[in-house]
């Protein structure tokens, strides 16, 4: 397959996570003999540095014109301590999703049996976490109209949605539960909310459509609660773009490190694979991130392009790294590992394991990735 891919770095971490990604990307694009052309263009605060705003036009045009973009990450504390800066980096990201259409975010919640013990919840509760958030992303209060008063005393932000918005990704999330475990629980807040009520109204009857499927309804202060009480209840997780970010973000933690998860997001013509993780500035060039959540973002892109194969290629060169503790220190404070030589041994990993192959695994043990 002919793949031409926009890679958009970003800030923070960015660069160095998605460096790993494209190591692996490349890994496969030899093993399975495809062909993927990389473009690389600015976005976020480092786009406001060198263009004067956080998506250039040219930007936008190599997305619009790419097969997929992966997204590194985005954010700089120099804009989020400054309530009054005009322009932000985040913005870029915002921009760039309601541009390309991407009006469904997936984030799986899944908990590696090889990291159970990070989790900050007990074993019991943690084990058997596998659960996909669909989060709404082009409308919501995020996009609503924004207003601050003259006298800058009073603000608000309209939250909006639309029969059409719902519908197209209630759709994709009930086609999502029928190929799991055909339950979708709509997270909301109809009990105080109207465009929540929608919500209810527009995915009640879609459901009729899709008989196999249970759906059931939970307000988001009692999900928050649930996700960390009782995790395996979850089968497809269908919201709003705020309930979204938020009980994404603590889905995240469950298995032991945010550094982990990938998310799609996807749209008619368009589609764009990011970690759910921040720009995290901190840790910017220090060579200690978990490039993780980045690798498995490539492979939700190929997945997405029907790679099967090479996409399980990659979780298995992932689930390896995490069984042999080649991990960043967010994983294992003592390891001595860095974001690159994770991303090294991952990729290295990544080998043809059709039904005709067995991997050898004393081999790769030793760092030789023979296929016998
Ligand atoms: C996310 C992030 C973004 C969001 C920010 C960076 C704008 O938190 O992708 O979850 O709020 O959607
Ligand atoms: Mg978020």
């Not at 990938?262 to 589609?271: C, D, F, L, R, V």
Request: include cysteine; charge should be negative.
């Amino acid at each position: 397959m002919n793949l031409n891919i926009a890679l958009l770095p970003g800030d923070g971490i960015g660069p160095e996570v998605l460096a790993q990604a494209v190591k692996c990307l490349e890994a496969v694009e030899e093993t399975f003999n495809h062909q993927f052309n990389f473009r690389e263009a600015a976005v976020g605060a480092i786009a406001i540095e060198r263009k004067g705003k956080p998506l250039p036009n040219t930007t936008l045009s190599l997305c619009q014109d790419a097969d997929a973009v992966l997204f590194g990450a985005i954010g700089d504390p120099k804009y989020d301590n400054n309530p009054d800066s005009a322009v932000r980096p985040e913005q870029g990201l915002l921009e760039l999703r309601k541009a390309l259409g991407l009006f469904s975010n997936i984030r799986p919640v899944k908990v590696f049996p090889a990291l159970i013990h990070n989790s900050p919840l007990k074993k019991e509760i943690v084990e058997g976490t596998d659960f996909t958030i669909y989060r709404e992303l082009t409308g919501g209060i995020y996009f609503g109209e924004k207003k601050l008063n003259t006298e800058g005393t009073v603000a608000s932000d309209l939250c909006e949605y639309s029969e059409k918005e719902i519908s197209r990704i209630a759709h994709l999330a009930f086609k999502a539960a029928k190929n799991r475990s055909n339950k979708l629980t709509l997270v909301d807040k109809a009990n105080v909310l109207e465009s929540s009520r929608l919500w209810r109204k527009v995915v009640t009857k879609i459901g009729e459509s899709y008989p196999d499927v249970t759906l059931d309804y939970m307000f988001v202060d009692n999900a928050a609660m649930q996700i960390i009480l009782n995790p395996s209840q979850f089968d497809v997780v269908l919201t709003s773009n705020m309930f979204g970010d938020i009980i994404s973000d603590e889905g995240s933690v469950i298995g032991g490190s945010i550094g982990l998860l990938p998310s799609a997001s996807i749209g008619e013509e368009s589609a764009l694979f990011e970690p759910i993780h921040g720009s995290y500035p901190q840790a910017k060039g220090m060579d200690i991130a978990n490039p993780v959540a980045s690798i498995l973002s490539a492979a939700m892109l190929l997945e997405h392009f029907g790679l099967f194969e090479e996409a399980m290629s990659v979780r298995e060169a992932v689930d390896k790294s995490l069984r042999k503790k080649i991990v960043t220190p967010d994983i294992d404070s003592k390891s001595q590992y860095g974001t690159n030589q994770v991303g090294d041994f991952i990729a290295e990993n990544i080998v043809d394991n059709g039904d005709d192959f067995n991997m050898n695994d004393e081999n790769i043990d030793l760092g030789k990735s023979t296929i016998i």
